[in-house]
């Protein structure tokens, strides 16, 4: 079953952070026509899948969400098909979650919750998929990501003001949660627990070969085991890469260009007279009369400085431009300081700073850079400038013409692309059919572009390498999963009923093994019993605490160790159906809060987090009690009949 849509709208993951990726974005597009037509307002229309008070969920809405839940399961899970999807219940845990949300807008509204735009501004902001390399929102990358998911500015603002609504509505119930301090020691001192045991093997390959299936054994096998042999859904793409590294000529600089560069450039590449200054500021016209009064009198900068509070650190500005200068103070004392010679000294002269008196102390010329020793660097700048432009503009009149209509094969003509056809790929990039297929670097990237979209749909642009390089992707076939003929694998099917049989006297084996060790026989004697040649028990010991780290599952052996009572034992699939697994618990020894304080703050934080996590879906649950929700199972099943299967192939 698909446990990520386990805890609904109102998980840990939405109270935490909104937006991790692009991908994570789901358009629930309430209010943009969800309603249908006034003949739906009555009841449930034909396109209506659910009402939640007086906001209807369309066929289209439900549609949208699904595919966009499974592009992001396909990310794990690359096999997974739209059919698979659905038989895993996932179009009813999504209605759910709209369902959820549909009411929780409906209760924000009538308590005057809301999200301004400059909310939803920030958060568009900080959306990682929408910045540069310079960590800034770009509003290019902005509309050609929103292309890319097929949503449009409008939608990605409401959904976001929806999610912010929903975080004001549940953070306060999922903030308010609080444990007991005797509570968090139980939970810290179960997570001290150790356990010591040991794993068994009872591998197939132990079993021997065994009797050879027949003919008709192994095309019963096949009947019943079809579905392990079907090939997921291919699709045949075609797309034309379009780059910076594509452009050619058309990116290069003329010697004009670059000669206009560098003499806009001179501040780097022209001459430069570097001043080195000291200086003070003081506070009033008097203070720096006085102060001048003492230079007239021979006594020298740093000594007179030093008199009214100044020490040598204070003073020195160092080497300087004019423009440093001029940003450090004012124009006019930059002004004065360059017209100065070698030891004089300038000022006053005041700014809202104060009274500047500077010392000119040095006087030097960096000589300027001749533009032969400058020009490649001048022109690669200038390449790189005009390429970003050039691909700009290339992208924004593909777009274009795919948005007037225009099809792969009319775009890749006009603007001149060469075009890459696949053989059928699986969507996890996989060739059936073509062995010896090579994957080009980009595939990756022209995959995902493709893997939504149907036989002869209009292209999309798949980003291959942001700013730099892009796919116009396209798919001419799409061929629906299926079995493949049973004489192409027939052996394959013929091994896997040998492997199957082994399997068969392996789980019978391990069987006698655990019922021998659960009756009092010792494992070591038990696994002695079975009469077949098996691998040595491994010991094994453990801390409850070190295999229940966030993101990490512990292994399978692991978790019954820590779910079986002592002098206990159990059987478990070794990975691959290669076989059986047994384990057993020796010895339990209890854990002790009271000698990991660390732990015990611990458990109260994971504690508190789940139980607020379980008020908000209390909220939740209240708020839809409190509205009439009305599902139409008709409409529903239809979708669900289109969506597993019902997709054109050509």
Known sequence: MLTFFRRGIMSKIMLGVLFLSLVAIVITGFGTGGMGGLGELGGLGASTVAKVGGEAITSDD???????????????QPELDMAQFVRRGAVDEVLEQMISAAATMDFANSVGIVASKKMVDAQIAAIPAFQNAAGKFDQGLFLAALQRERITEDQLRKEISTRLIERQVALPAGGSASVPQALALQ?????????????????????????????QEVADYYRKNVARYTIPERRVIRYALFGIDTLGAAAKPTDAEVQTAYDRDQANYGPRETRTLSQVVLTSDA?????????????????AAQQVGFGAADIALGAKTRDEVTKLSSAAVANAVF??????????IRDPLGWHILKVEDVKTVAGKPLASVRGEIATRLEAQKGQALLAELAARIE?????????????????????????????GGAPDAQDWKVPPEFAAVLKG?????????????????????????????????????AKVQPQVKADVVAQRAADRAKAVAQSIVSKINAGVAPAEAFRQANVALPPLQPVTAVRRDIAKPGQPPSPPLQVLFSLPRGKAK????????????????????????????????????????????????????????????????????????????????
Not at 62 to 76: C, M, S
Not at 584 to 609: F, Q, W
């Open 62 to 76: 439900l549609r949208d969400n699904t595919q966009r839940q499974l592009e992001r399961f396909r990310q794990q």
């Open 571 to 650: 059987m478990i699939p070794a990975p691959q159906n290669r076989g059986w697994l047994i384990v057993y618990v020796d010895t339990i020894v209890p854990g002790d809060a009271a000698k990991g304080p660390e732990e015990v703050e611990k458990a109260r934080g994971e504690l508190t987090a789940g139980l607020g996590d379980e008020y908000a879906q209390q909220l939740v649950g209240a708020i839809r009690a409190s509205l009439k929700i009305r599902r139409n199972e008709t409409a529903l099943a239809k979708l669900k009949g289109e969506l597993a299967g019902n997709r054109p192939t050509s």
């Open 187 to 215: 939970y810290a001192a179960l997570r001290l627990e150790s356990r010591t045991g040991s794993v068994g093997g009872v591998p197939a390959a132990a079993m021997g070969g065994g009797n050879e299936p027949t003919d």
């Open 400 to 428: 274009n013409k795919v948005g007037d209509g225009a099809s792969f094969d009319q775009v890749v003509r006009d603007e001149k692309l060469a075009v890459v056809q696949t053989p059928a790929v699986t969507a996890a």
């Open 287 to 303: 203070a720096a009369k006085a102060f001048q009064q003492k230079l007239a009198g021979g006594t020298p900068f740093a000594q």
């Open 339 to 348: 017209a100065a010679q070698k030891g004089a000294t300038v000022g006053p």
């Open 450 to 486: 493709a893997s939504l979209l149907g036989a002869n749909e209009p292209p999309q642009i798949a980003p291959v390498l942001p700013n730099q390089k892009y796919a116009l992707v396209s798919v001419s076939q799409v061929i629906a999963a299926a079995p493949p003929p049973y």
